[in-house]
């Protein structure tokens, strides 16, 4: 991902350890999507992708943290959101990204759907590592 250029504003780290903190992150995205002046279906984008992404972060990577930045490069405001987690790995990234792949009893839409959903899509995972995955939505003019 090139960050030549962009300015992080500000960050912030929520933990995603229950149902609970995916709801609150779910507002947090929706509340900083709104104060960057997304439209509504980039708002809508952006936190269907993080919903999608906090849950995997939850269910297959054991819990974790969404650390979120709003950027700005030149006049382009943003939102990036990194999902980390220390589970198992995800073995084969481009079989993952492939809608209908599951690992357990999902729909296979989580991590494609996520890219689809956002305008920038980083994956660093290996097997017994963990996985962090990073998506960044800028505000369309």
């Given at each position: 991902?090139?960050?030549?250029?962009?300015?992080?504003?500000?960050?912030?780290?929520?933990?995603?350890?229950?149902?609970?903190?995916?709801v609150?992150?779910?507002?947090?995205?929706?509340?900083?999507?709104?104060?960057?002046g997304f439209?509504?279906v980039?708002?809508?984008?952006?936190v269907?992708?993080a919903?999608?992404?906090?849950?995997?972060?939850?269910?297959?990577?054991?819990g974790?943290?969404?650390?979120?930045?709003?950027?700005?490069?030149?006049a382009?405001?943003?939102?990036?959101?990194?999902?980390?987690?220390?589970?198992a790995?995800i073995?084969?990234?481009?079989r993952?990204?492939?809608?209908?792949f599951?690992?357990?009893?999902?729909?296979?839409?989580?991590?494609?759907?996520?890219r689809?959903?956002?305008?920038?899509?980083?994956?660093?995972?290996?097997?017994?590592k963990g996985?962090?995955?990073t998506?960044?939505?800028?505000?369309?003019?």
């Open positions: 991902m090139d960050l030549t250029g962009v300015t992080v504003l500000s960050a912030m780290e929520v933990g995603l350890r229950s149902d609970q903190e995916i609150r992150l779910r507002q947090i995205v929706r509340d900083q999507a709104i104060a960057q439209s509504l980039d708002q809508t984008k952006f269907t992708a919903s999608e992404l906090a849950r995997n972060t939850l269910i297959y990577g054991g974790g943290d969404a650390q979120l930045s709003v950027l700005m490069n030149g382009r405001k943003g939102l990036r959101i990194s999902f980390i987690d220390q589970g790995g073995p084969d990234i481009e993952a990204l492939r809608d209908g599951t690992s357990g009893s999902g729909l296979g839409l989580g991590l494609g759907g996520a689809r959903l956002s305008d920038e899509f980083d994956i660093q995972s290996a097997p017994g996985t962090t995955v998506i960044t939505k800028w505000k369309h003019r």
